[in-house]
C-alpha cells in the first residue's frame, strides 16, 4: 500500500545534539512537507520542498534543517539551535506543486528532550 | 495570513447524535481541508472543498465562500468517530496550508 512513512515513532534528544527524522514516500509525490505539533496550537509549516533538490523554509524553519535528494525521502534535522524541540513532528506529501491538493500524512514523531 | 477559528474546541457527545463542528477563516481562499487526527497522532484528509457541500458516508462537509464559514457534520455518531477534527485553508497560488487549533470530539456509547 502507497503511504507515507515516519522514523522513529518517538525520538529522545539530549542537550546539544543534533536528531534527524525520517520520512519516506511511495506516493511518487512530488510535494513534501514538515509540521509541528504543539499542544493547543494549530499545526506549523516548518519546511516545505515542491520538487527535488530544492526545498523552502516555512513559517518556523529556525533551528531546523531538511533536505530532499530524491523523490522518496524529506528528512527533517532538527538541530541544537532549536531552543524548544519538544513537540510532535508530522511529514506530509501531495501530488503536485501546485495549490488545492490534498495532503497525505504520516504517523508523526514524537520528539522529546532528556 | 489568514486565522482559521474552529469551534467548539471540545465537543462531548452520546452515539447516534447529529455532530456539526464549524470553521471560520479571515481571507478568501481557493481550497478548504478538513482533516482527522486520532489518538496516536496520525492524520488522515477527509475532504478538500472550494464551493457546496461534499458527502463520504457519514461525514458531511459544506462550505460557504462569502461568509468565510465551513461546517463538518456527523450523522449517527459513533465512538470510533472520536478523534480531533482539523480545518485548514489555502489561498491563490500559495499551496501552504493554514491550520486551526482543531475540535476534539468525544463520543459516548
Known amino acids: 500500500d502507497g503511504g507515507i512513512t515516519q522514523s522513529p515513532k518517538y525520538l529522545f534528544r539530549k542537550e546539544g545534539q543534533n536528531v534527524t527524522l525520517s520520512c519516506e514516500q511511495n506516493l511518487n509525490h512530488d510535494a513534501m512537507y514538515w509540521y509541528r505539533q504543539d499542544p493547543g496550537q494549530g499545526l506549523r509549516l516548518i519546511y516545505y520542498s515542491q520538487i527535488v533538490n530544492d526545498f523552502q523554509k516555512g513559517d518556523i524553519a529556525e533551528g531546523y534543517s531538511v533536505s530532499r535528494e530524491k523523490k522518496e525521502s524529506f528528512p527533517l534535522t532538527v538541530t541544537s539551535a532549536q531552543k524548544n524541540p519538544t513537540a510532535f513532528y508530522l511529514c506530509?506529501?501531495?501530488?503536485?506543486?501546485?495549490?488545492?491538493?490534498?495532503?497525505?500524512f504520516g504517523d508523526g514523531t514524537r520528539l522529546s528532550i532528556l | 495570513k489568514n486565522e482559521v477559528e474552529q469551534s467548539p474546541q471540545n465537543l462531548t457527545a452520546q452515539e447516534g447524535e447529529f455532530i456539526t463542528i464549524n470553521c471560520s477563516y479571515s481571507v478568501g481562499i481557493s481550497a478548504l481541508h478538513w482533516l482527522q487526527q486520532h489518538p496516536g497522532g496520525g492524520i488522515v484528509s477527509l475532504f478538500m472543498?472550494?464551493?457546496g457541500k461534499k458527502k463520504h458516508g457519514r461525514l458531511i462537509a459544506t462550505i460557504n465562500i462569502q461568509e468565510k464559514h465551513s461546517s463538518l457534520h456527523i450523522t449517527a455518531s459513533h465512538p470510533r468517530d472520536s478523534a480531533v477534527y482539523i480545518c485548514a485553508v489555502t489561498g491563490g497560488s500559495n499551496y501552504k496550508l493554514t491550520f486551526g487549533k482543531g475540535t476534539l470530539l468525544t463520543v459516548n456509547p
Open positions: 506530509a506529501s501531495s501530488s503536485d506543486r501546485g495549490p488545492n491538493q490534498p495532503q497525505h
Open positions: 472543498l472550494s464551493s
